[in-house]
Structures are given as C-alpha cells and as structure tokens.
C-alpha cells in the first residue's frame, strides 16, 4: 500500500512484537516446566503435568507440573526451614533482595511481557506498559519496607509460612503483590500460579535464583485447583493469601475456619461506573473503555455496571457505541490492538452463557461489526441495555468485555444503585462537581474508589474489598499489615487466665438490691423483652443475683435490622462520637459503686478489685472517645498526579461476644473502639456474668447514643450466637468468647471479616481491625 493510500485511509498496519527471546527462554526452560522448591528446580513425585495453551493461536506452549501432596509438602518444608533465618536477615538485607529482583524485572522487562501475552493472550501493549512496570514498582516499593521495617512497625514480626494462590488475569503482578509484602516483613513463601498462566511464574522462580534469593525463602508450585486446596489447607501454612473467584474464596474461608491462619482475601467485584450530568463527558468515555476494556474485562475491579444520570444516558449511550466500534479486537502481540485473546475456552464459554442469560432475561445485548480472528478465544466489546438491578447480568460477574447500563435520576438514586451488590471492591465516580464526586465517593461501599480515573493501581496505595469481594489490603502500609503480626501476640484472651486476677472473695452486701430485677434486652435504643419470653438465672458466689432475658434468633433479628438503621451512626462526625463516648464514660463514673457492687455480686471479686474494674472500663470509655478524631487516614505518594486519600471507615454492622473475664471492662474494651470508629454493634455480654453489661442501659440512655447503635443480647450463646455469625446484615465479627472456628464458618455466606478479639491487643491493631481503609483517587491538573 502506498503512503499515500495509507495517510487517505487511515487505516492501522501491523505493529507485532518480536517473540524472538520469549522462544529463547521457552526453548531453554520447557518444554517440560518443572517447579521451583527449595532453590532448585523439580519435577513433581506423580509425574502428573498439563499442558499450557496459547489462547491466541491455541499453539502449545509447554507443559505444566501438577504438584501433588508430596511435591506441597517439600515446598512448605522448604519455606518452614528458611523461615528462621530469612525473619532475622536484617530489614537492610530483606531490601537488597528485593531490590535485586526489581532491577533484574526491569532488565527483563521485555520478556516477561512477551512470556505473559503468550501465555495469558492480553495484549502486549498492557504487559509491557502496566504489569510489568507495576511489578517492578512493587519490588521497589516494598524494598523500602523491608529497610524501614523495624522503625516503622516496632511490635510486629512476620506472620511466618505463607501460602499463596494466584490467579490468570494478573499472572505476575498478582505474583507481585503477594510476594513483594510477604518477603519485606520476613516471611517465606509457597505460590501457586493459575494452571492457565504459570510460564511468568516459573520465569520469577528464575529470576529469585539468579539474584541468589537463599533457598526456600520463595518456592513456586504449579497445578490447578486441587494443588492450591493442598496448599490452603495444609497444616503447616500460617497464613493464606488468595485472589480469585467468591465461590473458591468461600471454599477456602471454610477450610481454614478455626485453624488460627491468618487470611487474607481478594475476590470478585461488579464496581459501578457513575457518570453525572456533569462530567466530562469524553474524559468519561475514555475512562469507561479503560474500565472495562483493559484486559478484555478481566479485572476484579473492572467498571462493569455502568451508572449514568437519566439527562445524558441517550448522548453517553450514543458516544460509547461509535467509541466500541472502533476499538479493534485481534492478535495480542500486536501493539496497536485495544483488546487481546479471553484466557481459555472455558471463560469464553462462560461469558457466552452470561450473555445469553442476559438475552433470555430480556436485556438488549450491543455488539459493534468488530472483526475477530477466525482462530483462538475472542470475544467482542459488549453493551447490555435495557436491564434491570435486579438482572443476573447486572448482579453476577462476568469477568469479561461486557458492559451493563443503567441509568438514574439523582444523587441518592446512583448511590443507592452503586451500593446495590454484594460485592464492594471499587468504583468510579465522573462528575467536574467537586461535591458531588467527594459525596458519592464516600458513599460507595467499596475498597477502592476513583475520582474522575478508573483502574488506578499503585504499590502505595492498599487495594481490596469490603462485603463479599473479601477482607484484607495489599499495597502500601495497609497491605504491609496483612503480612504482620504483634510479636506478642499472646492468650490474653484466655478467660482462665484473666479471671485468677479476681479473688474470689464474699459478694458485697449491696448485692441484695439487685435480686429482684430481670433485665431485658436493649434492642433499638429500647429494653425490650426477650422474644421466647423467658429468662435465666445469673448465680453470683453467693446464690442467684438477678436474671437476664434469654435471647433466641428472633431477638438476634430485631438487633440487626436495629443496627442496621443506625448505620448513619457513621457519619456523625468524629468530634461528635467522641462528646458521646465521654459521656459514658462521665456517667459510668458517677455509678462508680453501683457498677462495682454489681461486679462483686457477679464474680466474687473484692470491692477493690470490682471498683478498680469499673475505674479501668471508665478509661477505657476515655480512652476510645480520645481516639474518635485521631485514626487519621493518610495521602498516599503513587506514581499519579494527583492525591489519593487513604481513608478510614467503619465496618458497618458488627457483632461482639464478650468474655466472662472482667465482664465490663473487656465488654467496654471491645464495643468502645467500635462505637469510636462509627460502626453498630451487636453486643453479646458474658454469658455467666451479664448484669454488669445489662445496667449499662441507663448509663447509654442518658449519654445521646442514637438508638441501634449498642444493641445488647443476652442469654446462652451457644443458643443465638451462631444466627449473628450466619446474619448477612452483619459485616463483621468480634470473636472475644467462643469458638472462632465456629463463627469462621457461619461467616462464610457473606465472607465477614472475623477477628479472634484479643483484650490486650495494642490500640492499633484494635483500631485496624474497627474500620476498613477506602482510597479515594483524585487526579488533578490544568
Ligand atoms: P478461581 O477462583 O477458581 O481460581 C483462582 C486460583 O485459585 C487459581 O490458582 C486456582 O487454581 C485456585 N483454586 C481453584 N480451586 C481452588 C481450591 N479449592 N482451593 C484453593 N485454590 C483453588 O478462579 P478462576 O481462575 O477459575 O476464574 C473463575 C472466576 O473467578 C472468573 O470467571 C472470575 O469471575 C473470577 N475471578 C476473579 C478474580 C479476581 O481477581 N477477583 C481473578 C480471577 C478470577 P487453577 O486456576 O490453577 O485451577
């Protein structure tokens, strides 16, 4: 074709990328890929391997190990035995070799990009422009981590043995977001890729081995499925770090229920994509191709339910047909292609299903004439109209190039759609109206929200989920968390051990006035009757004190639908939290005697110990009203211009079982922090010893705590506890008294975040494990 035709045209040419050293490195490592454990390369014990597909082309890559139970137990052998010496290598060695492995990414930076299209089918233009830059930005970043570790997190150790399993979308920055922080706080590793994308892992392997990463500090195991249920649930892991799919993360919270290992969890999403009157309207359109478009859709995050005010929807819609008309669909290693091959056959089947659903369900599936090679799994941009929030297109992820739309009329209208899912790992908010982006923003119930940009990602800024898109943060301080714990991290939660501090000396003589009063629950700012309408005795050392409702599901209804109407609890403004919390605590301190008359009456405790109780819960009141306005969130430094506000919000709605141990000071060391913080709680007081709990009614009436906010349950645990574990309305859980194993495992239909509470944990493991961080992404310019 002539210049000239050319430049009348317009048309694009071919713009391949060299796979020449890609070949190299697959003819030298493979065909037959083993694994990388204790610093040398193995084949797995079964001799079982698979193969590894081009989606592309379909063309054979290699062959893939299956690692089986003995091959999961060298390499978490391996990681257990260098654990020792890697946790204290000094934080400046950590960092050298961390450091190493980011120049020698950068070196390679144009074979892994290459190894990643081939094997994943993304297009190339991303690897080399986003995930491989990414990950080397990861390594660096956490480099300094490892150096600054032990001014930064004085108190903190690593977690020990980790157990990582990735999945296909990401192959490597995946790799890179699990390792990077694990390594930094001097832990060891055990990876397992995704059985569709394993090459760029075993390509890492290679890398650790030449920097001369000592052995069994990182080991890659590969197979599918049934390799990473070996590693998640194998016995000597101490912690689990997963991304993938809710379903497997279900399956995963479930089989480590109870078990002690830390986990930490990064699952689905169907993030809005709100576009107001507003906004500029082509900046919106380029941002939702990159939001759903990049990597063919493949993203957790991916903006997949686009949200636009009803006065623009026809204009947007139009403007995005004619933008997907003309994005060009076609050979990944082409670097003027806008989107690549889906993974496998087996997604591309289960976009198809999707869409069809969608069809079936009534929605208007758009497609622009895009031409798509005749071989090798390709899928179209997609626009779905004409659905609705409840369509399972609208409610389920497809993980793929598909689009949704909806549209609303105001502001309360497009939060209330944003919020309607039951994931909550990002969002998208486009308006010029700085108001109104910062509302929605924060409205959002989401990890990770962008202002005006979408797909942000940076090693200093945290990433994941609220409700079902899981738990925990990886990148930046946040994330460093998750790869820590306090190194004394002890059994001061042990009842037996905290209760010998009280002797077991003759109630006090106050104790009569209290026998003939039955306290009811406090549900809603009111003291309701127990639903069953019975009650229990509570004995004291010298005979029976009082009597409590027995509280039975019903009951435990009632105080979450209570809770969840105070939610706005949440938004009162911390100065204002915190006046209340004062309150109690200056109300509390008024009854000083009464209170502790009571605790004697209870638990036998000396009118010393019982008074320095009372004292004790009085400053802890304080203490959490002092902390109300000073968790303060931070601005993360990223490779963006512009300011990303790391913020802390609560949980929402949590539910607190607390010990027979110090029955008001432990109830008020766990539910003050969480009422400082902003959420509502559930309170389930001592079972043996509730009384204390029960007159802390009048003392909340008195101090302005909106009604819902503190709700009480008192009776048998055994016999409601489980249904506030099961209750979807609640978001977390506070495990002070109980089986946690138990509560783990009711948890899993809405993956809450549980946490074994811990009475002598440091205020701000307490104050991390009140709140959730979000990261508000805000670019700026002229
Ligand atoms: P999965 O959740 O099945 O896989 C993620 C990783 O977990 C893979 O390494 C997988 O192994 C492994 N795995 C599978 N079963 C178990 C198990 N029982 N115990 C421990 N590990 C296990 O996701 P898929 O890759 O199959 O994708 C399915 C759907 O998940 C997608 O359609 C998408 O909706 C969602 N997804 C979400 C992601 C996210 O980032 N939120 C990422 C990827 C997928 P292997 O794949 O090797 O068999």
């Not at 390594?183 to 001369?212: H, M, Q, R, W, Y």
């Not at 290992?261 to 082509?282: M, N, Y």
């Not at 501090?501 to 109630?507: D, E, H, I, L, Y």
């Not at 919000?649 to 009422?675: I, K, N, Q, S, Y």
Request: hydrophobic letters at 40%.
């Amino acid at each position: 074709m002539a210049v000239r035709e050319i430049l009348e045209s317009l048309d694009w040419g071919p713009a391949p990328e060299s796979d020449k050293f890609a070949r190299e490195w697959l003819d030298e490592h493979g065909p037959d890929f083993g694994m990388y454990i204790d610093g040398g390369w193995v084949t797995p014990e079964s001799g079982e391997n698979f193969e590894t597909h081009n989606p592309a082309t379909g063309e054979l890559l290699g062959t893939i190990s299956q690692a089986g139970p003995a091959d999961v137990d060298a390499a978490v052998a391996a990681a257990r035995a260098a654990l020792p010496g890697w946790s204290s290598t000094e934080g400046h060695v950590r960092a050298r070799y961390l450091y190493a492995i980011a120049r020698q990414v950068q070196k390679h930076h144009r074979l892994l990009a290459v190894i990643e299209t081939l094997d994943n089918g993304k297009p190339v233009r991303e690897t080399r422009d986003a995930d491989i830059p990414l990950v080397a930005r990861h390594f660096y970043h956490h480099a300094g981590w490892a150096q600054l570790f032990d001014e930064t997190f004085p108190g903190y150790g690593p977690v020990g043995v980790c157990g990582q399993v990735i999945p296909w979308n990401f192959p490597l920055l995946m790799l890179a977001w699990k390792i990077a922080p694990a390594l930094a706080a001097g832990n060891t590793v055990v990876l397992k890729p995704a059985e569709f994308t394993s090459i760029s892992a075993l390509a890492f392997a290679a890398i650790c081995d030449s920097i001369g990463l000592p052995p069994g500090v990182v080991n890659i195991v590969t197979g599918d499925g049934r390799t990473g249920a070996l590693i998640t649930e194998h016995d000597d892991i101490d912690k689990v770090a997963f991304t993938g799919s809710t379903e497997v993360g279900r399956i995963i919270r479930k089989a480590t229920a109870g078990s002690g290992k830390a986990l930490t969890l990064e699952l689905g999403g169907k993030s809005p994509f709100i576009v107001f009157e507003d906004a500029d309207i082509d900046s919106a359109i380029e941002g939702l191709v990159n939001a759903i478009w990049f990597n063919q859709g493949q993203v957790c995050c991916a903006g997949s339910r686009l949200l636009v005010q009803e006065s623009i929807a026809e204009k947007f819609h139009e403007k995005l047909r004619s933008r997907m008309a003309k994005l060009r669909v076609g050979d990944p290693m082409d670097k003027a292609i806008d989107m690549g091959a889906i993974v496998d056959e087996s997604q591309l089947n289960t976009i198809k299903k999707l869409c069809q659903l969608g069809c079936d369900e009534g929605g208007v599936m758009w497609q622009p004439p895009t031409e798509l090679p005749e071989q090798g799994c390709f899928f179209p941009p997609t626009l779905f109209t004409n659905v609705t929030p409840s369509s399972t297109i609208v409610q389920e992820e497809v993980f793929g190039p598909v689009l949704v739309a909806l549209t609303f009329r105001t502001h309360k209208e497009a939060i209330a759609l944003a919020n309607n899912t039951r994931y909550g790992l990002a969002g998208s908010v486009w308006s010029q109206d700085i108001d109104t982006a910062l509302e929605v923003a924060r409205s959002i119930r989401a990890g990770a929200i962008w202002v005006n940009c979408t797909n942000q990602f940076d090693a200093n800024a945290g990433f994941g989920g609220y409700r079902e898109s899981g738990f925990g943060r990886e990148g930046g301080r946040e994330g460093m968390y998750a790869y820590m714990r306090p190194k004394d991290a002890s059994a001061a939660n042990d009842e037996t051990g905290s209760e010998s501090t009280q002797s077991p000396t003759a109630p006090s003589q106050d104790a009569g006035e209290f026998l003939d009063r039955t306290a009811k629950m406090y549900i809603g700012g009111k003291q309701k009757r127990p639903d069953g309408g019975y009650s229990l005795d509570v004995a004291g050392p010298a005979g029976t004190v009082g009597q409590v409702g027995r509280g039975n599901r019903k009951d435990v209804r009632d105080a979450v639908e209570a809770a969840c109407a105070a939610t706005t609890w949440a938004n009162v403004n911390a100065h204002s939290r915190s006046q209340i919390l004062y309150y109690i605590a200056e109300n509390l301190e008024q009854r000083s005697s009464e209170f502790a008359a009571r605790l004697s009456s209870m638990t036998g405790a000396s009118p010393s110990d019982a008074a320095a109780e009372v004292a004790d819960s009085v400053a802890e009141w304080f203490r959490w009203a002092a902390w109300s306005d000073k968790y303060d969130g931070a601005v993360h430094e990223t490779t963006m211009h512009g300011l990303v506000l790391a913020v802390h919000e609560p949980m929402g709605v949590v539910g607190v079982t607390c010990p027979d141990a110090l029955p008001l000071h432990g109830f008020t060391r766990l539910v003050a922090p969480l009422l400082a913080m902003g959420n509502s709680v559930i309170a389930v007081p001592s079972e043996k010893h509730p009384l204390a709990a029960t007159d802390l009614y009048q003392v909340l009436e008195t101090s302005d705590l909106p009604s819902g906010v503190l709700n009480i349950v008192t009776g048998i645990h055994s016999e409601f506890v489980p249904n506030l574990s099961e209750h979807d309305g609640v978001d977390s859980m506070w495990v002070g008294t109980g089986d946690v194993a138990e509560v783990e495992i009711a948890s899993v239909s809405n993956m809450k975040r549980v946490w074994k509470a811990d009475l002598s944990a440091s205020d701000d493991e307490v104050l991390r494990q009140a709140t959730h961080v979000k990261n508000i992404w805000l670019p700026h310019g002229l």
